[in-house]
T-cell receptor
Framework: GDSVTQMEGPVTLSEEAFLTINCTYT??????LFWYVQYPGEGLQLLLK?????DKGSNKGFEATYRKETTSFHLEKGSVQVSDSAVYFC?????????FGAGTRLTVKP | NAGVTQTPKFQVLKTGQSMTLQCAQD?????MSWYRQDPGMGLRLIHY???????DQGEVPNGYNVSRSTTEDFPLRLLSAAPSQTSVYFC????????????FGNGTRLTVT
């Protein structure tokens, strides 16, 4: 079945470092891809999305490109801040079925 | 704009007790769902609904019941709580279709002793 595999954490970076969180997917159809962020004690919030191959989603300095040839949707940010510390989830959606990765915890130290 | 509202935020139950987790959305979304979140396992789908009067099972439905009498509300019932149901529960909603993201509530942290 459809599934998402993302980089296991935790990831610890210094402020202003470059961030990559890897995400690959398996899908029989043509999924839309999403990144969600979860801050402590809160629900998941949509960070960005891409709905077809070669689309780039971006928000708050984060970017991810839908790569059909490598079935990937890696999350990147050029310069992380302490406020980016959170858990990040990659997800795919086909019809109404949304599947999530296990989540990657990011800690950014000043 | 409230979005998705879940109550309660925290709950402690004894084994065998029953309870209902409430979920309401004010975005007129057709699709609603319940997930549980456990450490290292991401989110797993319990039940979902594509409209009033229609519900279906997700990945981990055992021990849970749902109903959808209105578009706005989608309660989750635990009939006889077990320690294995200790988890954080999230309700989510969206418009129908591939491109629509899920909107999440803030979760209910349930402990079963």
């Amino acid at each position: 079945g459809d599934s998402v595999t993302q980089m296991e954490g935790p990831v610890t970076l210094s402020e202003e470092a470059f961030l990559t969180i890897n995400c690959t997917y398996t899908a029989t159809g043509y999924p839309s891809l999403f990144w969600y962020v979860q801050y402590p004690g809160e629900g998941l919030q949509l960070l960005l999305k891409a709905t077809k191959a070669d689309d780039k989603g971006s928000n708050k300095g984060f970017e991810a490109t839908y790569r059909k040839e490598t079935t990937s949707f890696h999350l990147e940010k050029g310069s992380v801040q302490v406020s980016d510390s959170a858990v990040y989830f990659c997800a795919l959606k086909v019809d109404n079925d949304m599947r999530f990765g296990a989540g990657t915890r990011l800690t950014v130290k000043p | 704009n409230a979005g998705v509202t879940q109550t309660p935020k925290f709950q402690v139950l004894k084994t065998g007790q029953s309870m209902t987790l409430q979920c309401a959305q004010d975005m007129n979304h057709e699709y609603m769902s319940w997930y549980r979140q456990d450490p290292g396992m991401g989110l797993r789908l319990i039940h979902y609904s594509v409209g009033a009067g229609i519900t279906d099972q997700g990945e981990v439905p055992n021990g849970y019941n749902v109903s959808r009498s209105t578009t706005e509300d989608f309660p989750l019932r635990l009939l006889s709580a077990a320690p294995s149901q200790t988890s954080v529960y999230f309700c989510a909603s969206s418009r129908q279709g591939d491109n629509s993201p899920l909107h999440f509530g803030n979760g209910t942290r349930l402990t079963v002793t």
